[in-house]
């Protein structure tokens, strides 16, 4: 297990206590045998970002609740991993639905070079992310960070401007 993963575990065995007991369960051959199709861990212990002065814009723009969920692939799993916690660990944690898309690609930021320059953006959320497709399927249309913007104190000053010319839904300044 690599150092961040093992800090993300210690992360979550301090703060998520349910979550961090779950993912032990499962851990177990015998227990994930219960479910009809596959069992994802937690995106927090593989999701990264590749520039750490970023890192709180990405913990702010997806929700805890997703980060420390745990993803399935059957339906009927969601119930069944639920149930199981609840009685054979006391424990409540979140379950998430999902399938990966066929052929599905990490899609890239459309901002042209003469925006970011012109409203003093840096980088944008998509481009910073690191993450299995799997889990990228999922973050792409929930969070849709290739659409988030980002850069430093100076688009303060700009804010009026940003809100004013563009359609932007979202976007982080003062990292």
């Given amino acids: 297990m690599g150092d961040m993963k093992v800090s993300r575990m ?3 065995e301090r703060f998520f206590p349910d979550v ?3 993912y032990k369960y499962f851990e177990i051959e015998e227990n994930r045998a219960k ?4 069992l994802w861990d937690p995106p927090i212990l593989h999701v990264f970002v590749d520039d750490l002065k970023y890192g709180s814009v990405a913990e702010k723009h997806i929700r805890t609740s997703d980060l420390t969920a745990f993803y399935c692939e059957h339906k009927d799993d969601v119930y069944t991993i639920s149930d199981l916690v609840s009685k054979e660990l006391k424990a409540r944690v979140s379950v998430i639905h999902h399938v990966c898309p066929a052929g599905f690609r990490k899609p890239r930021s ?6 970011m ?3 003093h953006f840096e980088k944008v959320l998509i481009d910073l992310i690191q ?3 799997y889990y990228m399927s999922y973050l792409v249309p929930t969070f849709k960070p290739e659409y988030v913007p980002m850069g430093g104190a100076t688009l303060d000053q700009l804010m009026g401007k ?3 010319e563009t359609t932007l839904k979202a976007f982080y300044s003062g990292h």
Avoid: Q, V, W
């Fill in 10 to 12: 210690k992360y979550l």
């Fill in 20 to 22: 961090h007991r779950t």
């Fill in 162 to 164: 940003i809100m004013e």
């Fill in 117 to 119: 320059r012109k409203y």
């Fill in 35 to 38: 479910l009809k199709g596959k």
């Fill in 110 to 115: 459309t901002f042209p070079a003469e925006f």
């Fill in 131 to 133: 993450a299995p497709d």
